[in-house]
């Protein structure tokens, strides 16, 4: 995820880390392990008639940029890092929408999609998907306190972060109200669209014990910080809080705009594809390959992302799962089009 010339970002879904501004983003898992995906990532099921998408727009943070996923899409949009692995790519090669708006941002709040993303989604939009949320509970701030610690003794401490984290979660002024804000904005932009919002997926087993006494540490110094299970287990806890507080928002929405907004939860497509699985040696060794883990780290080979930013990221994408979810909105909404 970096390079030892500089501090880095980290992403979760991903992992974005940088100095100011911590991000997180995940690494989705290829498609021939997402339910109902096609045998071959080539493989591009037709359109049943119930899922008939004319434009879609993609909004969201690094999760929804899909970092270092792929190639960069159509240059990578400046310093949004979007990828054309990302789940809105590969989910639009199934829906073929005749208008495709990719603006999801990496490092993005909830405040920045609605302040920055939100103008840009095209007013006939009748399909919209975004991932938010991460960054405003300060989750890069976990990362590198508790895994990684770039900034040595200056790393925010590992409990600190954590007990940060979980006051944010749980203060509807930094969550639950700006992420409905956010989805207000975009239903107030596109009046005819459907929204979706993706939660994020849990990075670690946390019932295995080889990581328990295993350093993640960038810097190898005395005391380092061990990736235990109970911090392990701490790490997985918030982001089922954070999943339950943004299905909270999508089911207060849909009481003022019935069967407008749904939640999509990932995070089962994931099993056994997280860190520290049974029998992985920890952390990930420069070069090495792990096709089988569904997030990036440190020394996840990536090709063309040359500064380390794609830490704790997606590889792939959960399209199939926005699938079924469209696909479901449309069986029972019989005049959405």
Known sequence: MASKAKPYAIFWAAFFLTLSNFEFTAAAPPDSVIPKAPSSPSVVPKLPAAVA???????????????????????GGGGCNRYDGAYSVKLNNRIRARTFNFIACTGATTGDVLKNQVPSIDQAADFISVTMGGNNIGFGNIVNGCVYRFNGPFAPNCDDALTSAERAINDDNVLLNPVSDAIRGMLARAPNAMVSLTGYAMFWNATTTQCDTVSWNYWNVPGATKMTRAVRQKMNDLLVSTNGKLNTAVQNLNRDFPGRVSFIDYDAAFEGHRFCEEGVIEPQKSGEDRSNTYFFQLNTPVGSLAGGDEAFVPSSSPANTYYDALESYKSSNPGAE
């Not at 434009?55 to 240059?75: E, K, T």
């Open 53 to 75: 998408v004319s434009n879609y727009n993609a909004l969201g943070d690094s999760f929804g940029a899909g970092v270092a996923a792929g190639s960069p899409y159509n240059g």
